[in-house]
């Protein structure tokens, strides 16, 4: 067999704040999409600016720290693995989902505070990892 490599690096910002649920066995599981810009000249020399828009899956308690540190705008890296799933709806239609599942979430930048929120009062963002940890199953919902 030969070897493979499934290795996902991305740096970007969060396109909202993180969904925090929990599996029916108490395993944590965030979800939050990332944007990352690419720029470019166009055939005409103008400069062009691109977004790619990218779902993130974060397991255990790497996921609990992320939904409590990051926030809509947040900076952040992700290294991880690609996963495309596909399965049926309700409606019989088949779905195709491609996610990069996390298994290193760092910070990027300073914490965020809220408007209404002193400077000083945001507590520092830890670099979330949990590198290994298997989650009890990976189901989309």
Not at 16 to 28: F, K, S
Not at 61 to 70: R, T
Not at 113 to 140: C, F, K, M, S
């Amino acid at each position: 067999m030969s070897a493979s490599l499934n290795r996902v690096i991305l740096i970007g910002n969060l396109t909202a704040d993180p969904e925090l649920r929990y599996t029916p066995g108490g395993t944590a599981r965030v979800r939050f999409s990332i944007a990352v810009n690419r720029q470019y000249k166009d055939a005409s020399g103008k400069l062009q600016e691109e977004a790619t828009f990218v779902p993130i899956v974060v397991w255990g308690s790497q996921a609990e720290n992320c939904a409590n540190y990051l926030r809509k705008g947040r900076s952040i890296a992700v290294e991880g693995r690609l996963r495309i799933d596909s399965f049926q709806n309700a409606d019989g239609e088949k779905v195709r989902i491609t996610e990069v599942v996390a298994s290193n979430v760092q910070f990027l930048g300073g914490p965020q505070r809220a408007a209404d929120e002193p400077a000083g009062a945001a507590p520092e963002a830890p670099i979330a990892t949990d590198e290994g940890q298997l989650p009890e199953e990976e189901v989309p919902f």
